[in-house]
């Protein structure tokens, strides 16, 4: 049997304490990186979180440019899809099982920063057909960053036009109750 001195078995004790101290570190680090504003030209921009104002959604559906209101007393679930986005393909399954919970009054809409033929091609082959609001040719950045840089997302927007709930589409059965679905 080997027996180590004390000194050196607290510097290998000190080394893996340090080890995971650089870790937590680094991972803090790319945690608050993650949530930081992300800079879009001279302005900053975050994603749609709960509590921000959608009156309106500029983009583009049917070939032409559309100013679709959200402030207008119907709820709405905004779904951001991107069709080369491999997580989007993996859950547009579910996605679509779980939009039949959505009841009927409220109204759905996929928004996109890609061009709206392909993402209404990509949706449809995988069952859902819905009307698609795309951002490729906003004249705002910051729009694209913040309503459709996340993806497969969800967003519930109440009646008057405010965010309600943001989450991952797999909390889209949960949002699918909230709005009043089994």
């Not at 080369?84 to 779980?98: N, V």
């Not at 995988?126 to 694209?144: D, H």
Request: glycine residues 8%; positive net charge; hydrophobic residues 40%.
């Amino acid at each position: 049997m080997i027996v180590k001195p004390k000194a050196a078995y607290s510097k290998v004790v000190a080394q893996g304490a340090l080890a995971i101290l650089l870790a937590a570190q680094v991972a803090y680090g790319v945690a608050a990186h993650a949530r930081r504003p992300s800079p879009v030209g001279n302005r900053t921009a975050t994603f749609a979180e709960v509590g921000d104002s959608l009156p309106v959604l500029r983009g583009s559906t049917g070939g032409r440019h559309e100013d679709m209101r959200l402030d207008d007393g119907t709820k709405a679930l905004l779904v951001s899809l991107r069709s080369t986005c491999k997580w989007c393909t993996e859950a547009l399954p579910q996605i679509r099982s779980d939009l039949e919970r959505v009841p009927s009054k409220t109204r759905i809409i996929v928004i996109t920063s890609e061009g709206e033929g392909v993402t209404q091609r990509y949706a449809e082959q995988a069952g859902v057909r819905l009307p698609v609001l795309s951002f490729e040719r906003s004249e705002s950045e910051t729009v694209k960053q913040r309503l459709a840089s996340r993806t497969p997302w969800v967003l519930l927007v109440d009646d008057g036009g405010i965010v309600r709930a943001s989450s991952h589409s797999s909390d889209l059965a949960r949002v699918a109750v909230m709005l009043g679905g089994q």
